[in-house]
């Protein structure tokens, strides 16, 4: 199986550091992204991509907009996604429709956790499953 591809939007810079560097420990490739618009671009180039990102704000209730969960869901359609968030944001997250391809990992997160979601979802599109893209392994 040839190394889990993430394209990682991370807007702490710090953590996006140690995230990369995590990953390249774990032998997985990153691109790193800033917005919605660069994910989709990095997608394109890289399809079998596993999306890794905190960034769909939220207000002060915990509250998603309804474009965000929009943007969410559309990711999901083409690629698994990893929404790493604040502690009160999962709560709800069971609530909206997300999709089957994403998952709600809140923070602070254990990395093993983190690293395993993203190796399950490196599988999953190996093996072409559960409507997953087929991709070279």
Known sequence: MSHPRVVLREDDVALASILVELFADEHIDVSRCTSFEEIQAALDDYPSAIVVSDCWSHDSR??????????????????????????SWPARASELPLGERVVVIPKPYDV????????????????????YRSRQC
């Open 62 to 87: 915990g509250q998603i907009s309804s474009l965000e969960v929009n943007e969410i869901v559309a990711l999901g359609r083409v690629a698994p996604v990893i929404v790493t968030t604040g502690r």
């Open 112 to 131: 093993d956790q983190l690293v395993d979601a993203i190796r399950v979802a490196a599988e999953r599109q190996c093996e072409g499953s559960r409507g």
